[in-house]
């Protein structure tokens, strides 16, 4: 059965209402259904993961030259987006450290979607422990990945993305205009964006950089 974008967002609409957020009937859908045959590959969604992971690593304390060192030897310094060669190659100042750090959420949503953890929700914004990323092998260190990961099914992704972008123009909502006051606490909206940042970009255009994906609501 091809992917219903009318009944995601119908389920969108019933879990954000559980948060006493109301989605509109005309807020846009997403894309159709003959859109999502521009999903990525499971292949270039780990490498991204990776480059994402080495972002992060630096971020928290890794030594710049041994991360650098380590995707340029496995030939994926090209998934780092220019920003974050930048980040990895000079100091940056603590907000450019804060903006990055929020990267982890983004690097989430591409770890669910390997089906290397089995939630991705709305709520919290913790990341997700390094070892969830062993199977890839994210940092060079044992020379091989322990096994073949794959994407979940397309129809899966799509019903997520849909859901994220709801929650993003709620939380946008809310921030530009006082609606759904009180915010839950629980969804967090940097959490929220990154997340969606993630799922986005699986689906975007091949040529289009990550810094540019359209975040829009």
Known sequence: MP???DAARRRSR?????YGIAVPADLPVLFEPDQLARLRSAEDATARAVA???VIAV?????????RESL??????GWLTDRERRFIAQPAD?????????????????????????ELPLEGAEGIPADVFASIDPDGSRGHRDQDV??????????????????????????????????????VPGAIEERR????????ERDLDWEDVDLST
């Open 52 to 54: 994402l992971y080495a």
């Open 150 to 187: 794959q994407l979940r099914p397309v129809e899966q992704l799509a019903d997520r993305l849909d859901l994220f972008y709801c929650a993003h123009w709620a939380a946008r909502e809310h921030q530009l205009t006082g609606h759904f006051n009180p915010w839950p606490a629980q969804i």
């Open 3 to 5: 992917w219903d974008a």
């Open 94 to 118: 603590e907000g450019e450290l804060a903006q990055i750090s929020w990267r982890v959420e983004a690097l989430a949503a591409l770890a669910w979607a390997l089906g290397l953890v089995q």
């Open 72 to 77: 340029d030897e496995r030939g994926l310094t």
């Open 197 to 204: 940042h993630g799922l986005e970009w699986l689906f975007a």
């Open 59 to 67: 971020r928290e304390g890794a030594p710049a030259d041994t991360v």
């Open 14 to 18: 019933a879990e954000l209402a559980r």
